[in-house]
């Protein structure tokens, strides 16, 4: 079956090109797929723009657009196993993982049902004037251009498609090449819940070959976009010229500061999760570990200690606790890391290679890797890794922890780990961060904004704030009792 989805029907691509998508964690294929190219993105914006001018969907009552993403969310619960089991062949992540990320995706189209059925967004605006109706409407952007990453394929896409939807917008969605079956699977179930043709595409492909086209086509209103530093300042450059509304979360070096008073053995846990969970493949990764001197031998001991046990394997190992990283080349990007980290003087306590396992020889693993005594100047602890690398960095108190903490480029989000709550507010108040976690690290619901300071990025997704994105607020003023001014008289 064509996998390109365009104005209500799948197609394959113009061109005839195809890729072939294989498991990260054995080298195994998983499918081949249709490969879009600059017509294929042509035509479904194209497809887009004509839904959102002139179909039904811009122009459905917001209850019953929220009830469609409620039924998609009730299809999500309904065919979770078959969901999950795609995600973790394309991404070489656990099965157990991907299940819960299903449960996490449903939740965000529930969540977005819920509220733009409760609708509420008018705002009365009181002018002093009883002869005038003031109100402030919020109406969809238009078409959107929605771009996603492969660490987590379908989440991401839900956070994007679901509040898209919701407000009224018809989008493109353009997944990562490498990752694309979820994907399809959704707008499976878009079709199936009803939506109509035009309002939701699906382009498969690379983004050079696909990405550039929808993101500086002039029929495109936004472009929202998850991935990398310097493929989001290429967006935010080629999107200026028709000055497109944008929204960009571009990943973090996201620090974990273990205070000396912390819950030894909770904080040790949760570094280890904060880091390694599925291979260091993760946005808000707690990727700097900085520990209070006093506590440092003995904390960071442990840690090795226990990543140095890490079970490796692929989706369907019971016994694995993380998996593969991506791609050949992204382990290779991974390799250079750590090397240029070693050549600047970071201690290598653990990892810091291929697994000798010769049953993970045809995935893509690298062991659970840490760098002790880091300092601020070395590009381990400045660039992000996006892969199981822990740099470990001492401070002496408060205001050095905040210290180091900041500097950085990226402001996606921080953890911090103490029993005082006092040193807890202060700290989490001082970090320039759009996530803070206190005593804890990772944990979201879709009910509460994402989305980084600085350099992580430009706007938020989830909450109320995921919803106003993809809205414009206008101002409606209506006189009820026009006259003459006689200004001119």
């Known amino acids: 079956m064509p996998e390109l989805f365009i104005d209500g029907r799948w197609t394959a691509a113009v061109d005839g090109q195809v890729r072939e998508i294989r498991c990260p964690a054995d080298g195994t294929p998983v499918a081949t797929v249709d490969e879009a190219g600059p017509k294929d993105a042509a035509a479904a914006v194209a497809a887009a723009r004509d839904a959102f001018d002139r179909g039904p969907w811009p122009r459905t009552p917001a209850a019953e657009r929220g009830r469609l993403l409620l039924r998609v969310a009730d299809f999500l619960e309904r065919d979770k196993a078959d969901f999950a089991r795609a995600e973790s062949l394309d991404t070489g992540k656990r099965l157990v993982e991907s299940e819960i990320d299903m449960d996490d995706i449903a939740n965000c189209f ?23 109706d003031s109100r402030v409407v919020h109406e969809p952007v238009g078409v959107c251009s929605l771009i996603t990453p492969w660490n987590y394929p379908l989440l991401q896409t839900a956070w994007k498609v679901a509040p898209a939807l919701g407000a009224g917008n018809t989008f493109v969605l353009k997944p990562s090449e490498l990752t694309p079956h979820t994907a399809i699977l959704l707008m499976r179930l878009l079709e199936e819940a009803g939506l109509p043709p035009g309002a939701g595409n699906l382009l498969l492909g690379s983004g050079a070959t696909v990405g550039a086209p929808i993101t500086t086509d002039e029929r495109v209103d936004l472009v929202s976009f ?109 390799e250079s890391y750590v090397a240029a980290g070693l050549a600047e003087g970071a201690v290598l306590r653990c990892g810091g290679r291929r697994p000798d396992d010769t049953a993970l020889q045809n995935g893509f693993y690298y062991l659970p890797t840490v760098l002790d005594d880091c300092t601020p100047g070395m590009s381990v602890v400045r660039d992000e890794s996006f892969g199981p690398v822990m740099t470990v960095e001492r401070f002496r108190d408060e205001d050095e922890a905040v210290a180091l903490a900041n500097d950085t480029v990226y402001g996606l989000a921080g953890g911090l780990w103490t029993q005082d709550s006092e040193l807890a507010q202060r700290v989490s108040s001082r970090l320039r961060a759009g996530t803070v976690w206190i005593n804890d690290f990772h944990p979201y619901v879709p009910q509460a904004e994402w989305g980084g300071m600085k350099q992580s990025g430009v706007g938020r997704e989830l909450g109320p704030a995921g919803l106003a994105e993809y809205q414009e607020p206008k101002h409606i003023w209506r006189n009820t009792a026009p006259r003459p001014q006689r200004w001119f008289a």
């Not at 977005?112 to 609708?119: D, H, I, R, Y």
């Open 110 to 132: 529930r969540y977005f049902g819920n509220l733009v059925c409760a609708g509420g967004t008018e705002r009365v605006i009181d002018t002093g004037d009883p002869a005038v």
């Open 226 to 334: 998850t991935g990398g530093l310097v493929t989001g300042r290429r967006i935010m450059a080629a999107a200026a010229p028709t000055v497109k509304k944008i929204a960009l979360e571009l990943g973090g070096k996201n620090p974990n500061i273990v205070f000396a008073d912390a819950d030894f053995d909770t904080a040790v846990d949760y570094a280890l999760m904060a880091v390694f969970l599925h291979s260091g493949q993760v946005c808000s990764a707690g990727a700097r570990l900085l520990v209070q001197q006093e506590l440092h031998d003995a904390f960071v001991d442990e840690v090795v200690a226990r990543a140095r046990e890490i079970p490796l394997g692929g989706p369907f190992d019971e016994n694995a606790r993380t998996g593969p990283l991506i791609s050949e080349e992204h382990r290779a990007k991974i």
